[in-house]
Nanobody, 122 residues
C-alpha cells in the first residue's frame, strides 16, 4: 500500500526552527514532483514549496529566504527546513507527491500525507 508519512511538527517559539520529513513507501516506480502545503484554520490549503525530480524548486513568497525544501530520492523522502518561524506559519503541513505506479500498466497518481501540526507561539 502506497502512503506518505510525515513527521517533525510541533510547538516552537517565534524565531525558532523545525524540520519536517515525509517518506513515501509502497510499490513506487518513481516519484515526480514532491511538495509541502499548509492549511491554517479557516483558510484554504496553500502551496509552500515544491521540488521536481530534477531538483527545480519553487517557493511561495511567504517561504522564500526562510524555508528550504530538499529531497533524498534514494530514501523517497522530502524535507522542509523551516527557520525564523512566525506565528502566521502556524498550520497543518501536508506533503504531496506525484507518483508513478504500476498495476498491469504504468499510471500516475498524487498522494497526500496525513498532515503534521506546526504551531508557532510564545
Amino acid at each position: 500500500q502506497v502512503q506518505l508519512v510525515e513527521s517533525g511538527g510541533g510547538l516552537v517559539q517565534p524565531g525558532g526552527s523545525l524540520r519536517l520529513s515525509c517518506a513515501a513507501s509502497g510499490s513506487i516506480i518513481s516519484i515526480n514532483d514532491m511538495g509541502w502545503y499548509r492549511q491554517a484554520p479557516g483558510k484554504q490549503r496553500e502551496s509552500v514549496a515544491i521540488i521536481t525530480s530534477g531538483g527545480i524548486i519553487n517557493y511561495a513568497d511567504s517561504a522564500k529566504g526562510r524555508f528550504t525544501i530538499s529531497r533524498d530520492n534514494a530514501k523517497k523522502t522530502v524535507y522542509l527546513q523551516m527557520n525564523s518561524l512566525k506565528p502566521e506559519d502556524t498550520a497543518v503541513y501536508y506533503c504531496n507527491a506525484d507518483l508513478r505506479l504500476y498495476s498491469g500498466s504504468f499510471y500516475r497518481k498524487t498522494y497526500w500525507g496525513q498532515g503534521t501540526q506546526v504551531t508557532v507561539s510564545s
